[in-house]
C-alpha cells in the first residue's frame, strides 16, 4: 500500500498547456507559471476585485451595468456586497446560444427511462413552463419548490422558474413528508411541483400518500404532478390546485425566453441544513455569487470544456445537483440519472461512463469505497477511455479510496476530492488541472477563496491541525437564512467563533505543500484526554479492513473523561469476534497512533446517514448520553438510531 502524502498522478506537459486554468493565467496574470499555483492563488484572495471580474470575462458571463466595484465591504464580511452595478440572470448564462441540435442534457434512470434533450428542445420545454409560471402568477421574488427526481422535468421547471427572477428550492423524493414540510413551509412556496414515483433498488416507490399529505400541509397556489416512468393522468384527491404537467403547459407554443435580469445578489436557491440537530435553515444563494463560483470551479479547477460530459451522482436535495446543472453554462454536456447507483447491477454508472463517454465522472466518497468492498474492477470490466476526471464529495476520502481509484478504475485521471457545503454552495478546496494528486490530499485551496487554518487562538497554522477559516469575503457567501431578518442565526452559524472570519465547522490540516487534509466536522471531534482527534482519523484506518463496511466514531463521557467509542457495520453474516476486534485495534494503533485506539469497538447492524449520506455522529453521541434526537425526518435511516440507545456495552468498563 503506499503511503499517506505520497504522490499518485501528476498531469502531463500537454495537459496543463490546454487547460483552462493555463488560458486564464496567460490572459491575466502572465508571469505565473503553472508550477506556481500559489502565486496565482495569491493574487485571487489579495485582489479580488480584479481576479472575479476576470473570472467574469473570461468565462462570458452574460450580463449588463458595470463590473466596477467588483465588492463594496462595509466593516464586515457579513456585510460585503458584490458587483452592486451588475444585473444577469442564472438561467440565461446556462441556456447560452448553441447550435440547435447540439446534445445538451441525457437521462437515465434505474427502470430504463431515458430522454436526450438537444438545445432547441430544452429551450422550447423552459419557454413553455416559463409561460405558464407566470400565468399562474409566479413573479420576481416568489418561490418554487420541488420535490422531484434527477430528470429533466426538474431542470426544465428550475430553469423556467430562474428566468422569471423566482427563487428556486427542492427536496429529493426520499425525504419524509415531516423533512420536506420542516423546509418548504418556511419559505411558503407559490407553485409545487411533485413527482408520482420514483424506481430505487428495483422497486417502484409510490408517493401519492405523500402527495396528499403535501397538499393538505402546504398552501401553494399550483400544484404540478408529473411522471417520467408512465403516461397516466396524476391525481391528488379532489383539489382544484392540483394538475398534471401535460395540463399545465399544453395551451402554451415555444417562444423566445425573456429572461428576467436581475440583481448579481438576487435570491436564486434557497438551500437547507441537514435538520439533524434543530429545524433546517434555509440558506439564500444569488444569482451571480452562485454562477460565478461554479464556473470558476467546473472551468478552472475542474477544466471543464465545451463538448465535456459531466455527470454527478446526486439527488436534487443535495447541493451537487445545483453544482451539476450549471456546467450549462460552460456549454457541456449535463448527465442525469435517478435511482440506485448499484441497480440493476453494482456496473450501471461505469456501463454509464462507457455508453455515453463521460469526461468528468462525480460521485460521493461513501460509492467509492462501496465499490472497493464490493470488489469491483472497472480498469478490467470497462473500457473508460473517454473520463478525465473523478470527483468526489459528500465525505472524507480516505487514502485508501485513493488506492482504489488508481489500482482499479484508471491511473490516467485527475482525482478530485472537493470540499466546501450547502452553506457556499461551492468549494473551498477542490482540485487542479497543474497540480499532482498526493494521497489522502486535496489538491488546493480555491482561487478567490483565502482559505487558512485557525489554532484555538485564532493563529493561522502550517503543518498542524486546526479550524477551517476563510478570511476574506467571496461572492457564494449564503445572501442570508429566509426569514432572519437581522442575520442573527446567520452571524452565530459563521462568524461568533472567530470575529469576521468565515469558520466552516471542518477540522483540516494545510500542509507545507499547500494540500489539504480533512479530518472530519468540528464539532464530532474526539477528545480522550485532551488530545483533539478527528473522526476521519479512525474511519481511514477501518476503511482498509474488508471486513467492515462503514463505521462512525464518537467520544462517550466516563469517568471525567472523554473515551472513543467506535461501532462498525460488517459484511453479512460476519460476526464481531476476538480476532477481528484485534485487528481492527491493531490496525488503528499501528497506523494512526494508541490514543485513536478505541475503548471500545461494537457491531450494530446500520450507520446513520443523512438523506445525502453523511454520518451524524453527533446524533450517535446525543442518542448514547439520553438526549433527544429530534427531526427524526432529516435522516435517510432513523430507525437505526435505535441501535445506540440503551446498549448495554456503553455501561461497563
Known amino acids: 500500500m503506499t503511503e499517506k502524502g505520497e504522490m499518485l498522478w501528476e498531469p502531463c506537459e500537454e495537459r496543463i498547456a490546454q487547460s483552462n486554468l493555463t488560458a486564464f493565467a496567460q490572459r491575466y496574470q502572465a508571469k505565473v507559471l ?3 499555483y500559489e502565486s496565482l492563488w495569491q493574487w485571487s484572495v489579495d485582489r479580488p476585485n480584479e481576479f472575479w471580474r476576470a473570472l467574469a470575462q473570461f468565462a462570458d458571463v452574460i450580463a449588463e451595468g458595470s463590473l466596477e466595484p467588483g465588492i463594496t465591504a462595509g466593516q464586515s464580511m457579513l456585510a460585503a456586497n458584490w458587483f452592486p452595478e451588475t444585473k444577469l440572470n442564472y438561467a440565461e448564462n446556462l441556456l447560452r446560444s448553441r447550435p440547435a441540435d447540439e446534445e445538451i442534457i441525457v437521462f437515465q434512470a434505474e427502470d430504463k427511462a431515458s430522454a436526450r434533450l438537444n438545445y432547441k428542445s430544452l429551450c422550447e420545454q423552459v419557454s413553455v413552463v416559463a409561460q405558464a409560471l407566470a400565468d399562474a402568477g409566479v413573479e420576481e421574488g416568489d418561490r418554487v419548490a420541488a420535490v422531484m427526481p434527477n430528470c429533466p422535468q426538474t431542470l426544465i421547471a428550475m430553469l423556467a422558474t430562474v428566468s422569471l427572477g423566482a427563487i428556486w428550492s427542492s427536496c429529493s423524493p426520499d425525504f419524509g413528508v415531516a423533512a420536506i414540510v420542516d423546509r418548504f413551509a418556511q419559505i411558503e412556496p407559490k407553485v409545487l411541483f411533485l ?12 408517493l401519492s400518500a405523500n402527495n396528499q399529505h403535501l397538499c393538505q400541509k402546504l398552501s401553494p397556489a399550483q400544484i404540478v404532478l408529473s411522471s417520467y416512468v408512465a403516461s397516466v393522468l396524476p391525481t391528488c384527491e379532489v383539489d382544484t390546485r392540483v394538475c398534471s404537467w401535460a395540463h399545465f403547459t399544453e395551451k402554451y407554443l415555444p417562444k423566445p425566453i425573456a429572461f428576467k435580469r436581475v440583481a448579481f445578489n438576487h435570491p436564486l436557491f434557497i438551500m437547507y441544513s441537514s435538520g439533524t440537530t434543530s429545524k433546517p435553515k434555509c440558506i439564500v444563494h444569488g444569482h451571480g455569487g452562485t454562477l460565478l463560483q461554479h464556473l470558476k470551479e467546473q472551468q478552472l479547477h475542474a477544466d471543464l470544456k465545451p463538448g465535456d460530459r459531466l455527470f454527478y451522482y446526486t439527488t436534487c436535495g443535495w447541493m451537487m445537483w445545483n453544482w451539476l446543472v450549471s456546467a450549462l453554462a460552460s456549454r457541456a454536456t449535463v448527465l442525469l440519472y435517478d435511482g440506485s447507483p448499484f441497480a440493476p447491477s453494482a456496473q450501471v454508472l461505469f456501463d454509464y461512463i462507457d455508453s455515453e463517454k463521460i469526461t468528468h465522472f462525480g460521485v460521493s466518497a461513501k460509492f467509492i469505497d462501496a465499490c472497493q468492498k464490493e470488489g469491483l474492477e472497472p480498469a478490467i470490466s470497462h473500457d473508460l477511455n473517454s473520463v478525465k476526471t473523478i470527483l468526489s464529495t459528500g465525505s472524507v476520502l480516505g487514502p485508501a479510496s485513493f488506492d482504489y481509484v488508481y489500482a482499479h478504475i484508471k491511473q ?9 457545503g450547502t452553506d457556499i454552495l461551492g468549494c473551498f478546496a477542490l482540485g487542479n488541472p497543474w497540480l499532482p494528486v498526493y494521497r489522502g490530499e486535496l489538491q488546493c485551496r480555491g482561487l478567490g477563496m483565502d482559505v487558512a487554518v485557525y489554532d484555538d487562538n485564532a493563529k493561522q497554522v502550517v503543518g498542524s491541525k486546526g479550524e477551517l477559516v476563510c478570511l476574506r469575503p467571496f461572492p457564494s457567501q449564503p445572501l442570508g437564512f429566509w426569514g432572519d431578518s437581522a442575520d442573527k442565526k446567520y452571524y452565530e452559524a459563521y462568524f461568533s467563533r472567530f470575529e469576521n472570519v468565515w469558520c466552516q465547522g471542518d477540522y483540516v490540516e494545510l500542509t507545507d505543500r499547500k494540500t489539504m487534509v ?10 480522550p ?35 472513543v467509542i467506535l461501532f462498525v457495520r460488517l459484511r453479512d ?8 476486534l484485534t485487528l481492527i485495534k491493531t490496525t488503528i494503533r499501528q497506523n494512526a497512533s494508541p490514543r485513536h485506539v478505541p475503548a471500545k469497538v461494537i457491531q450494530v447492524p446500520d450507520i446513520p446517514r443523512t438523506m445525502s449520506g453523511k454520518l451524524v455522529e453527533l446524533a450517535v453521541k446525543k442518542v448514547i448520553h439520553g438526549e433527544p434526537v429530534t427531526n427524526l425526518d432529516a435522516f435517510a435511516n432513523p430507525e437505526s438510531l435505535a441501535f445506540y440507545k440503551n446498549n448495554p456495552e456503553l455501561q461497563n468498563s
Open 34 to 36: 503553472p508550477s506556481d
Open 195 to 206: 413527482t408520482q414515483e420514483v424506481y430505487y433498488n428495483g422497486k417502484k416507490i409510490d
Open 412 to 420: 490516467d485521471l485527475c482525482l478530485s476530492s472537493i470540499s466546501g
Open 518 to 527: 480533512f479530518y472530519g466536522r468540528s464539532d464530532a471531534v474526539l477528545n
Open 529 to 563: 484526554g485532551g488530545v483533539r482527534i478527528g473522526t476521519a482519523e479512525i474511519y481511514r484506518q477501518v476503511e482498509t479492513i474488508p471486513e467492515v463496511l462503514e463505521s462512525i466514531a464518537i467520544g462517550q463521557e466516563w469517568e471525567n473523561d472523554v473515551r
Open 573 to 580: 453474516k460476519l460476526t464481531l469476534d476476538d480476532a477481528l
